[in-house]
């Protein structure tokens, strides 16, 4: 954990931000795989872990903005917890180490709760993306749900969480930058198997054992995958091949649950070719041009509309693509090769507080999310502060399926050469995404620095 005094300070700024009432923070409990005793691995909720630093299930805690008061709720093991899974320390101890002094039994929370909604006073709760946390808020009787089953979160306590997690401190740095130490292991090696004739399963399986080993989880399951274009690929069963090129999407969590998330793609066998390379070439150049152009104040949309035009020469110049780029991404022509958003913020959730709401977290009143395919996804867009940790990870990407549907519709038939692209139809992706901090004078590059122009990958995927 953080030193005590970083959670006092972080609950006494959220104090200070949420002016009135009572504040209902949840942590997780423990998920079954198959029955109640087999689960899934515990991850503790990153906004509880934010303010509260405990990472163990079953706690809750209650801020009380008017009597200044703060409480802990949970249990101590019982004797039987003790026989099946050992000691814990106690509930009151922990607490301590966090500056909260007061506890009490979980099955308390309901009272507590009831009685501050039977006074009329407000509580505040953010959104909930588990079931059995939805379901605790229901419980204690308060106002439960809206129509679609959903309890009514607290706009008041979600900006001020947003506004909070939003800017890394010195401490949440060095943990990312952990984070990023045991990823630029996993992409290292996974840069030197990537050989003909092994399957994605054991190039992904050693990165989930370079994070076990190091005694660290991944912070989103490893995307490791010849379908590139596929963005978010969760198999394993391709066998490498002589020519295909892999996408490594993957990171791995810090100690204390900060994000890695990095992508490189690998040549199997250790060269791209001349067309890999044309497009490799594009996607770094609009790489770099993004990183060079991150700086306090440029509102985020605006660097994805930079990469989108860096794509767009690129591809312009390989004949792909015609007329003028930046006419051409204003015309949506660029989201038929890069569909998704150049990056997002990251902390302790890979995309970070998105089960807070992604436009509180990345939009403003006055800026609001584009609801064209392509923009849609962008999970960003306003302006970027010294303190944001945010991906940078253009690409490009053909998906048979895109290209069929644009090409039948003539869409943007004015910029794109329809036979060129049917040339690239089984080409897959490309995308490289490295995760920055932005600086007062511009951003940093975190983690160490890991293979990245062509010459530095095929180094190591030949190796
Ligand atoms: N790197 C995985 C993601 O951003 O969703």
Known sequence: ?????????????????????VVLLLGNGESPMNYAANTYPFRQDSTFLYFFGLDQPGLAAVLDRDEGTECLFGDDPSLD???????????????????VMQTAPGKELGQ??????????????????????ARRIADCGLRIADSRGDIPPSPALIRAVVEQRSIKSPEEIEQIEMALGVTTRMQTAAMKMAKP???????????????????????FPPIFSVRGEIMHNPYYDNRLQDGDIAINDSGAE????????????????????????????????????????????????????????????????????????QEAVAA???????????????GLDVHDMEPLG?????????????????WRYLRLAKPVEPGFVITVEPGIYFIPALIDRRRAEGKCSQFIDYGKVETYRTFGGIRIEDDILITPEGCRVLGPPIPKTIAEVEVLASA
């Open 1 to 21: 954990m953080f030193p005590k005094e970083t959670y006092i300070q972080r609950r006494e700024q959220l104090k200070t931000r949420v002016r009135s009432g």
């Open 81 to 99: 917890d003790i026989v099946w899974t050992g000691p814990r320390p106690l509930l009151r101890d922990r607490s301590q180490e966090v500056g």
């Open 112 to 133: 507590v709760l009831s009685e501050a909604a039977r006074q009329g006073r407000i509580i505040h709760t953010l959104p909930q993306y588990r079931a059995e946390n």
């Open 197 to 219: 004739g092994v399957f994605e399963y054991e190039v992904a399986g050693a990165m989930e054992g370079i994070m076990a080993s190091n005694g660290v989880r991944p912070a």
């Open 254 to 325: 810090s100690p204390l649950h900060y994000a890695g998330d990095i992508t490189r793609t690998i040549p199997v066998g250790g060269r791209f070719s001349s067309r890999q390379k044309e497009i490799y070439a594009i996607v770094l150049n609009a790489q770099e041009r993004a990183i060079a152009a991150a700086a306090p104040g440029i509102e985020w949309r605006e660097v994805h509309r930079l990469a989108a035009v860096a794509l767009m020469e690129g591809l312009k110049e390989l004949g792909v693509v015609r007329g003028d780029p």
């Open 332 to 346: 949506g022509a660029h989201t038929l090769f890069f569909p998704t958003g150049v990056g997002h913020m990251m």
């Open 358 to 374: 992604e436009d509180y977290v990345g939009y403003t009143d006055t800026i609001r999310r584009n609801p064209e395919f392509g």
